[in-house]
């Protein structure tokens, strides 16, 4: 049972996802154009993880007895001025994403919905490990700067493929 609060706030979250995996899409868009398709590789994947994330809310909401509801989703940016630029940008993105869901799950200890806090600590783990992957990145590409060891990275982190949890 969600109460009209706690199934807004989710709702809001589920649409977020949906724009994170724009934001994470256009900048696959972005590095395609530019001819840094390891990095879009990387970026694919990133929006493929997002759109499994938005869907997790949106068969939660439904699930729990709410109405998952599609709202409007903001056009994102389409080019960025270099590759470090996109990932920073990506790193503050995810320390939004952990703040809100950290918001969402305030609420639901305020309304004892338990069974909320237990669906969201999944999040709150996958947070964790999102930051660390973009924050990684960023560490990486401020060491290799924008010589020949930016190619060696477009190849490193276009091996990256999303797989889905199986504890999902
Ligand atoms: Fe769905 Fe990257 O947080």
Do not use: C
């Amino acid at each position: 049972m969600l109460s009209e609060k706690l199934e807004d706030a989710l709702n809001d979250q589920m649409n977020w996802e949906i724009y994170s995996a724009n934001l994470y899409l256009s900048m696959a868009s972005h590095f395609t154009h530019v001819g840094l398709s390891g990095f879009a590789a990387w970026m694919n994947a990133q929006y493929q993880e997002e759109m499994f994330h938005a869907m997790r809310f949106f068969n939660y909401i439904n699930n729990a007895g709410g109405h998952a509801k599609l709202g409007t989703i903001e056009a994102p940016q389409h080019d960025w001025e270099s590759p470090l630029a996109a990932f920073e940008d990506a790193l503050e993105h995810e320390k939004g994403v952990t703040a809100r869901i950290n918001k969402i799950a305030d609420l639901a200890v305020q309304e004892r919905n338990h069974a909320v806090g237990i669906f969201l600590q999944w999040f709150i783990s996958e947070q964790v490990e999102e930051e660390e992957s973009v924050g990684d990145a960023v560490g990486k590409l401020k060491l290799v700067g924008d010589g020949g060891g930016l190619f060696m990275l477009d190849r490193d982190l276009g091996t990256r493929v999303f797989t889905p949890p199986t504890n999902a």
